[in-house]
C-alpha cells in the first residue's frame, strides 16, 4: 500500500508563486515515475508534470512550461512541485500521484498512475 500526503496549497494573487509537497509513504513497494495532476471544476483532471525515480527530463504540460518545476527526494520519499508566475486558470485541485512498476518511458496519463493523493486546492486571484 502506497499513501500520499499533499500539502501546500491556498490561494495567491496572480503572479504569485506556491510550492507543493507531497509526502509518499510506501512499506512493499518501490515508487517510480511520481507526477502532479489538476482538475479544475467541470474539467478532466490532467497531468501538470512528472519525474522518473533518477529525475533525469522531467515531463511538463506545455501550459506550465518555464513557470512550474517538479523535483524529488528520494531519501524523505517527497516530490515538489514549484509553481511561479501563477495564473488564474492554473486554479485546480492539484493531485500527487505514483508508479510503482517499471514504465521505462514517462508516464502522462491517469491510468498509468497506481496510487493517488487527497489533492489540495489552488487558488489563483486575478
Known amino acids: 500500500q502506497v499513501q500520499l500526503v499533499e500539502s501546500g496549497g491556498g490561494l495567491v494573487p496572480a503572479g504569485g508563486s506556491l510550492r507543493l509537497s507531497c509526502v509518499a509513504s510506501a512499506r512493499t513497494f518501490t515508487i517510480y515515475t511520481m507526477g502532479w495532476f489538476r482538475q479544475a471544476p467541470g474539467k478532466e483532471r490532467d497531468i501538470v508534470a512528472g519525474?522518473?525515480?533518477?529525475?533525469?527530463?522531467?515531463y511538463y504540460a506545455d501550459s506550465v512550461k518555464g513557470r512550474f518545476t517538479i523535483s524529488r527526494d528520494n531519501a524523505k520519499n517527497t516530490v515538489y512541485l514549484q509553481m511561479n508566475s501563477l495564473k488564474p486558470e492554473d486554479t485546480a485541485v492539484y493531485y500527487c500521484?505514483?508508479?510503482?512498476?517499471?514504465?521505462?518511458?514517462?508516464?502522462?496519463?491517469?491510468?498509468?498512475?497506481?496510487?493517488w493523493g487527497q489533492g489540495t486546492q489552488v487558488t489563483v486571484s486575478s
Open positions: 519525474i522518473s525515480r533518477s529525475g533525469g527530463t522531467p
Open positions: 500521484a505514483a508508479v510503482v512498476r517499471p514504465l521505462g518511458r514517462s508516464a502522462t496519463m491517469v491510468y498509468e498512475y497506481n496510487y
